[in-house]
């Protein structure tokens, strides 16, 4: 790929430029706001220049509802060889794109899944979709040299690619963060009018919970708008379980004792899919979840008192691949949940121990 | 407090046994299970004798469900001064104490919030109780000096006392624990049934949302059974939100302009309520929520990089207030993001800066 042309200037068309100047690619960039692009140009994203032929590939970078329209307008000038774009939702780019008429040969859908709280392209940057998963939504009608080209401009963006159809993408993104997000807002949201001293009852589940539902609400309502529907669906898909959730407990609180344990069943049912689903979610690197071991260990509120455990974790070879820091009411102290592989269980407790750490 | 008896040597009861010991509390131990009460009494956590005299305090722990009847049985035999118990929910075992007529002015409720995934007095361990939070339920019947014992008891276990009613604990737990509870494992038991490529999409937030969830299903269905009513009614509250939540989207997605942002309103509106309530979660100590700031650094996979990103930390003199580690997808490297007080912010950026971490 030698060069490409970015349209839209903003926080993601940035960083695709930059991370492609990074590469050496030649950049072309471009935005209906002259402000904008001539900040992106003199962050070194690329030059404010018409391309002087057809360049290899053009990344559209503008909201979804006006992907197509930029799409078709490129088309027309035929500014490159194959296109692609970067909206956050898939089916309804793709479906203007066929009813405007696109050549849809040339163009493939997708969506790089990093972001910031930031917008714009002075937020943006060049490692922005370091290691993210990186959405491509081929057809049957996609030429495999468009596809290619934009598998390049995956690889060239250091993220990963992943093949889907735009819908299963669309109902993919609601159900692992839109719908989860405004659940979370909604627990969140009975928290508000709450007494003082019921909220101070709040331990690390609840916390870790709702830490999504503290981001932007403009920004959120945005990205919901693009992905209504689906978000709905599942939203409501999740109002029944709710439904059969409530009856279980009310048949619970029954007197009768057929009642009781028949609600018990419904309820432990849910909560059985629950922990099922939950097995399901990649731990890291995007790979199947291992098994982690957890060692808490108590720890003081002291500066250097991480530092100290850390060190002493990898003195002994052993790579924490998450920590979790659960803070005591009231005292100056905490528990650190360290979650290891099951073999090096043994190996850090025993050197903790040896070093003076209080776990169990 | 000289002497206290503990009725109920499984986890709970044997830590508070541990606890009292340790602060040179003369401790009885009393179960119906003969087994129990040699493993918690050879545990060290007190003597299996009968108490010569009253002693000062007799703690029921005990199910929710016999607190009542223990309760009697122990003021027939005039056993104690003061009575309390440390059943997860509150305003049962008081009801029920009401209708079976104990003496209510020496008896007090009480509910340390600890527990551990493991039971039985094997898993005790005398600082179970450190640093958490211990709802006691007094009622205007309560003699004071009744309260103090259990008051006493509270300081004894290193906990910190919080006084609410029973009703309004019940709802406390249900709120910040219970309902949650059930929320997370809804949003987990979607992604049961899955494309596994969809799944791989799933990031941190809904990672952190769903953690609850892994928990054991038998264990939280005997939680969930003694608080059940409250849930379910705070599941309604919360069904009738989400039932907003999907008219205001299907309003999103609709052609009509007002009817879209008539739509976008009521999902803003649920956001921003989302965010108020977040706030108000008390981020460590107890104490209202500080305002941190984070910093994102880039760490590698290999042992010691945490260490090492501590050390650093700590040698400004900066006390990490929290920390979430993401992981890249497919490739070895992830980000840190550290919470510090806002004051301290510039000197973490800088330090870490200067020793060569990428940071963004």
Excluded at 34 to 43: D, E, F, G, W
Excluded at 135 to 145: A, F, I, N, R
Excluded at 236 to 241: I, K, P
Aim: aromatic share 2%; glycine share 8%.
């Amino acid at each position: 790929m030698k060069d490409v042309l970015v349209v839209g200037t903003g926080l993601i068309g940035t960083s695709v430029a930059l991370a492609l100047k990074a590469q050496g690619v030649g950049v072309y960039v471009r935005d209906s706001d002259p402000v904008s692009v001539k900040i992106a140009s003199s962050l070194g994203a690329g030059s404010m220049e018409e391309p002087p032929k057809k360049v290899d590939l053009a990344v559209v970078a503008v909201p979804p509802a006006l992907v197509a329209d930029v799409l078709v307008r490129l088309q027309a000038e035929d500014v490159a060889r194959h296109y692609t774009d970067v909206a956050s939702v898939k089916a309804r780019p793709q479906q203007d794109a066929i009813a405007l008429a696109c050549d849809n040969a040339r163009y493939v859908g997708g969506h790089p899944m990093a972001g910031s709280e930031r917008s714009g392209p002075l937020a943006a940057r060049a490692d922005l979709f370091d290691g993210c998963n990186w959405v491509l939504t081929p057809t049957s009608e996609t030429d495999t040299d468009t596809l290619n080209a934009a598998l390049q401009l995956v690889a060239a963006c250091g993220a990963v690619p992943v093949l889907m159809e735009a819908a299963a993408h669309d109902r993919a993104v609601g159900l692992v963060s839109h719908a989860p997000h405004l659940v979370a807002s909604l627990v969140a949201s009975l928290l508000e009018p709450a007494d003082e001293r019921m909220v101070s009852l709040a331990g690390s589940g609840v916390r870790d919970l709702t830490r999504i539902a503290a981001a932007d609400p403009g920004l959120w309502v945005d990205i919901l708008d693009a992905n209504a529907l689906v978000v709905a669906d599942l939203l409501e898909e999740m109002s029944e379980g709710l439904d059969d959730a409530v009856m279980g407990l009310r048949a619970m609180g029954a007197t009768d004792d057929d009642k009781r344990s028949n609600g018990a069943r419904i309820v432990e049912d849910l909560l059985r899919r629950g922990q099922a689903g939950r097995a399901r979610i990649p731990a890291k690197h995007g790979t199947v979840p291992e098994q982690y071991e957890t060692v808490t260990v108590m720890i003081g509120d002291q500066p250097g008192e991480l530092a100290r455990l850390f060190t002493d974790a990898s003195s002994a070879g052993v790579n924490v691949e998450d920590v979790h820091l659960e803070h005591s009411a009231g005292r100056p102290t905490g528990r650190a949940q360290l979650s290891v592989t099951r073999d090096l269980r043994e190996v850090l407790v025993t050197t903790l121990h040896n070093r003076g750490w209080r776990h169990h």
